[in-house]
């Protein structure tokens, strides 16, 4: 079993939906959760990131955390044609100044305009 | 762009040879992390550097080798390569005050044939 597991989808949505994104995880003590964005053959973009348990809001993303349950998620409201990619999830321990990240294998997002 | 710059773009080469991957991270970024994403494999953590010195280990074979020098530029050594070894290497970078903030390049795609 993956440490991280992430639905590879892929989905597809028509522009203004709202979407959900999600990963589960094993390990308790992930601390760092990041969602990067992935366009095609490109290098991953760091999205957000969150500290633990919460949520956290920027623009038209929303990441949250449930520690409890072991799950994330992004929302991505408004969703546009631009937003079109891979969307990838990662967590980190921490441990002094190492800082590796174990990704989810991608959910691939299509927004049909 | 994120900062960070990878060379080459592009390599093909032949089964058994060995090439350099080079990497330089952020400006005032101390920390240097080795990707390689493969179809099968998904986005897995080779290898990180902090200021010079080797900080944490993942699945990077013993073929593979790093090292990130005083200017805090950093090569990934690839040799014996093996056709399973094609996929897309990123190099990612932190800075020292937000190290679960990593910053990828635009990676090198690796083609053995």
């Known amino acids: 079993q993956k440490e991280v597991e992430q639905d590879p989808g892929p989905l597809s949505v028509p522009e203004g939906a709202i979407v959900s994104l999600n990963c589960t995880y094993s390990n308790s003590a992930f601390q760092y959760f990041m969602w990067y964005r992935q366009y095609s053959r490109k290098g991953p973009e760091l999205l957000m990131y969150t500290y633990s348990s919460g949520n956290k809001e920027d623009g038209r993303f929303t990441a949250q955390v449930d520690k409890s349950s072991k799950y994330i998620s992004l929302f991505i409201r408004d969703s546009q044609p631009s937003d079109s990619a891979t969307y990838l999830c990662a967590m980190s321990l921490v441990s002094g100044s190492a800082r590796q990240l174990t990704f989810g294998s991608g959910t691939q997002l299509t927004v049909l305009p | 762009d994120s900062g960070v710059t990878q060379t080459p773009k592009h390599l093909i080469t032949a089964t058994g040879q060995r090439v350099t991957l080079r990497c330089s991270p952020r400006s005032g970024d101390l920390s240097v992390y080795w990707y390689q994403q493969s179809l099968d494999q998904g986005l897995q953590f080779l290898i990180q550097y902090y200021n010079g010195e080797e900080r944490a280990k993942g699945n990077i074979l013993e073929r593979f080798s790093a090292q990130q020098f005083p200017d805090l530029h950093s090569e990934l050594n690839l040799s014996s390569l093996e056709l399973g070894d094609s996929a897309l290497y990123f190099c990612?970078?932190?800075?020292?005050?937000?190290?679960?903030?990593?910053?990828f390049g635009p990676g090198t795609r690796l083609t053995v044939t």
């Open positions: 990612a970078s932190s800075g020292q005050g937000s190290m679960h903030e990593q910053y």
